[in-house]
């Protein structure tokens, strides 16, 4: 395959060719994806119904589950349909809009993951000034910026991926159309991809350090706080941010940095699945649905929907 046609199709070689784990395979991302949707879809209706939510932290907290259902929704549904069907082919369209939406949520993601960050810096370094600060124009050009830098980046790395021929055989090791397994067939690199793909590892690399700073002020403020009250409050509403931003870019920073085998081993299958399925699913669960406030708001969502009294 030396270039790409309308036509053209690739092969997503999954996790195996047994049609048992195939089955299985299907049945558990089924049951992860449908947990997926019921808590984010949960979350952005608690956000967006309850008035007590409508705070900088949880304006944030509505973008998140949006973009996590997205996210898991661009890869997912499709590998289950793959391995129900036993059909393991994508078509060049459908990996285009594969390779652009997966880039552009993963990326917005690391950006919006940042801006929580320093949503809890000012909140627990600055309180006196939080409101000045986070004011809602400031959020809300934050939420934009963190969209339009996604999709910006999303675009260059699609557009420039897809302009370099292709030698070999157009299979791709995993269970969707990811952006290294795709690099791993091309003929050769051109001066443009090499310039995309470092000016993304060093923005997310700089989004990784930012955040690393903002916790390291937030923990050493935690730590002196007088009050053991306030001291859990701030580490049990920061711990699981730093937590899902560990596991999001830890797991893609390996997938992505290091040197790719001809044939990808499970470990390779299961850390994609560490950034691109987990994450979805383990955020709302871990950062949201723990909180005292959001707890509150489900239970009042439900009292009101049975008419029950406290």
Not at 251 to 264: M, T
Request: include cysteine; charge should be neutral; glycine fraction near 4%.
């Amino acid at each position: 395959m030396d270039n790409f046609t309308s036509g053209s199709i690739f092969f997503l070689m999954g996790f195996s060719d047994v049609r048992e784990i195939q089955v299985l395979h299907a049945v558990l991302f089924l049951l992860i994806y449908l947990v997926s949707l019921l808590v984010n879809l949960l979350i952005i209706t608690l956000t967006t119904k309850d008035h007590q939510l409508y705070t900088p932290m949880y304006f944030f907290l509505k973008n998140l589950p949006f973009l996590d259902l997205c996210l898991i929704s661009i890869t997912v549904p499709k590998s289950i349909m793959n391995s129900l069907m036993n059909h393991n082919t994508i078509s060049l369209l459908g990996c285009v809009s594969q390779v652009f939406f997966f880039l552009s949520l993963a990326s917005t993601e690391v950006a919006l993951l940042t801006v929580m960050s320093y949503d809890r810096y000012v909140a627990v370094c600055h309180p006196l000034r939080y409101d000045i600060i986070m004011g809602h124009r400031a959020c809300m050009q934050m939420a934009t910026t963190s969209w339009v830098s996604g999709g910006l980046n999303a675009i260059l790395h699609t557009a420039s991926t897809f302009s370099i021929p292709m030698c070999g055989l157009p299979e791709i090791h995993q269970f969707f159309c990811d952006f290294p397994q795709l690099l791993s067939l091309a003929c050769s690199y051109n001066i443009g991809e090499l310039v995309v793909i470092g000016l993304s590892l060093v923005l997310d690399f700089g989004c990784f350090v930012f955040i690393d700073i903002s916790y390291i002020y937030i923990f050493s403020t935690v730590l002196r706080m007088p009050s053991r009250e306030g001291c859990h409050k701030a580490m049990s509403t920061c711990l699981p941010l730093l937590l899902v931003v560990t596991l999001f870019l830890s797991s893609g920073f390996f997938a992505y940095l290091h040197p790719l085998p001809k044939y990808p081993s499970l470990l390779d299958l299961l850390v994609s699945v560490f950034y691109t399925v987990v994450p979805p699913t383990m955020n709302p669960l871990i950062y949201s649905l723990r909180n005292k406030y959001m707890k509150m708001a489900l239970r009042k969502l439900i009292m009101d929907k049975y008419n029950l009294s406290i």
